[in-house]
């Protein structure tokens, strides 16, 4: 609606794969246990996903944009986060099928 603020959530889009990819390059998967540095990316993950939701929502009250803004932020970024998680889902495992070998 005429207004910039919303775009500021592309960072978070950008953001929330790296934590667990480099996390995913540093450890090693055949340890069976909880490893910590794969919990921490899982845990800066999802500190960055929840920011992604929570800033439309502090524009909003703030008003800076419209609540129907708000809600089109929203819902992008469930499909965006959805996306990014069907596509660590399919290629995450190291199988034969697989986006490293890409």
Not at 34 to 61: D, H, M, Q, W, Y
């Amino acid at each position: 609606f005429s207004q910039y603020w919303p775009l500021f959530v592309l960072f978070f889009y950008i953001l929330s794969p790296l934590p667990y990819c480099i996390a995913r390059r540093l450890v090693d998967d055949t340890d069976a246990t909880s490893n910590a540095c794969k919990e921490l990316a899982i845990f800066l993950t999802t500190g960055i996903v929840v920011s992604a939701f929570g800033l439309p929502i502090v524009f909003a009250r703030a008003e800076l944009i419209y609540w129907g803004a708000c809600a089109l932020v929203l819902t992008g970024n469930t499909v965006i986060f959805a996306t990014i998680l069907g596509f660590f889902l399919v290629f995450g495992s190291n199988d034969d099928f697989s986006w490293q070998q890409w």
